[in-house]
């Protein structure tokens, strides 16, 4: 068995050594036949790339430099500038702006009296007003506002070429205002009469034009109302003022003429006579406003155009001095501050002599008082000397006693 084995292995090993020895000869097999294959033969070169023809190129055209944005100048808009430049300063104020959109929203060319007037308003980008449409007039903060849009420079003011964007933007609306209070225009009395006297009035006429006789109806509504501010301003504020003033007047004349009660010595007459001067002068300019005022209001006349619009330029200086004149101070007549004055002395003089009697009193409790201290201080001493002498006797008795 150890036989069989033996030749069994021995076989297995063989086959193994053959197995091993066929595997290089397959590949010294492949390594002939790669030798003995024949070489490719070579390529040719390829042609270089030809040049594509390209049509002839022409010269791009330069597109044009920005034309610049013509210069604005809208001749209505100067004049509407001139109208509401009040300290003709060349430019427009807040309070011109804002008095400028009052006038424009107060009445309306040729509108109806219950028709609602749409105020200059700020937009935003899709065109819808910003919050101005809940209303008919611009408020003042709203005036603020379109005003501080248009003032790009920040100095508190609008300069022409300013106000000529502002009047751009909003041309549409303000283009019929400027119509109304700048143009030349033709009066009638037609609408007028029709509208106050109650009777009717042929206005059928060819050189009747309803849009003039309109027109000025307008500016006699803003004139009229104008007017009306002024005079009840008069009555309620400069009447009374005026009573008060001649009141002191009389009251001060009285007193530099010979009043009984007159006091030469006081510093305050030398100023009596520049103040008669300056309430008779305060007198004198009310009295001319109000004649002013009434002559235009009870005149049997019509105005012209020419003087409503004189008259409307001056109305914010008139109305300035109406408020001037009705706040000046009313001070008390010269009299009742001499009683005032009494009535001081003679509280100071028992303040004074009040004070004085304390003094005296506290005077005399100290003259008690240091009379006291004094007869104190003498008992004291005169007790000081009875024990010194009781002590000196009372040492001798003792020595007396020793000696003994």
Not at 260 to 283: G, N, T
Not at 308 to 328: N, S, T, V, W, Y
Not at 345 to 360: A, H, T, Y
Request: net charge neutral; hydrophobic share 30%; with cysteine.
């Amino acid at each position: 068995m150890s036989s069989k084995r033996a030749k069994k292995d021995e076989g297995d090993g063989e086959k193994k050594k053959s197995k091993s020895k066929s595997k290089p000869k397959d590949k010294t097999k492949e390594a002939k036949e790669v030798k003995e294959r024949p070489p490719s033969p070579p390529t040719a070169p390829e042609p270089p790339p030809q040049p594509v023809a390209q049509p002839p190129t022409q010269p791009v055209a330069q597109p044009p430099p920005p034309a610049a944005e013509p210069e604005l100048n809208d001749p209505d808009a100067v004049q509407l500038f001139r109208r509401y430049d009040r300290e003709k300063a060349h430019h427009i104020t807040r309070s011109d702006f804002l008095e400028l959109l009052r006038d424009y929203t107060a009445w309306y060319p040729g509108r109806k009296w219950d028709m609602p007037v749409m105020p200059c308003a700020l937009t935003d980008a899709a065109g819808i007003p910003l919050g101005f449409e809940r209303t008919a007039r611009n408020t003042e903060f709203e005036a603020g506002q379109l005003f501080e849009r248009y003032d790009s420079n920040r100095s508190g003011t609008l300069e022409i070429k300013e106000f000529q964007l502002f009047y751009k933007d909003f041309k549409k609306q303000l283009a019929p205002f400027v119509e109304e209070m700048l143009a030349p225009r033709t009066f009638t009395y037609a609408a007028h009469l029709k509208r106050f006297n109650g009777y009717p009035v042929d206005s059928s006429s060819p050189w009747n034009n309803h849009v003039a006789s309109t027109r000025v109806y307008d500016r006699q509504h803003l004139y009229d109302s104008k007017l009306d501010q002024l005079n009840s301003l008069c009555e309620s504020s400069l009447l009374s003022q005026r009573a008060l003033l001649q009141d002191k007047l009389d009251t001060l004349r009285q007193e530099a003429w010979g009043n009984a009660h007159m006091r030469p010595s006081d510093s305050y007459y030398p100023s009596r006579h520049d103040q008669i001067e300056q309430l008779q002068v305060d007198i004198d300019a009310i009295d001319r406003v109000m004649s002013d005022v009434k002559a235009r209001m009870f005149s049997s006349r019509r105005p012209t155009p020419q003087e409503m619009d004189r008259f409307l330029d001056e109305f914010p200086r008139m109305l300035d001095k109406i408020k001037e004149l009705a706040g000046k101070p009313i001070h008390t007549s010269s009299k009742a501050s001499y009683d005032e004055r009494d009535r001081l002395l003679k509280v100071k003089d028992q303040m004074i002599w009040g004070l004085l009697q304390e003094r005296n009193e506290l005077r005399r409790q100290r003259d008690a008082i240091d009379a006291e201290l004094r007869h104190v201080s003498e008992l004291s001493a005169q007790e000081m000397r009875k024990w010194a002498k009781l002590t000196d006797e009372m040492q001798m008795e003792i020595e007396r006693l020793r000696g003994g």
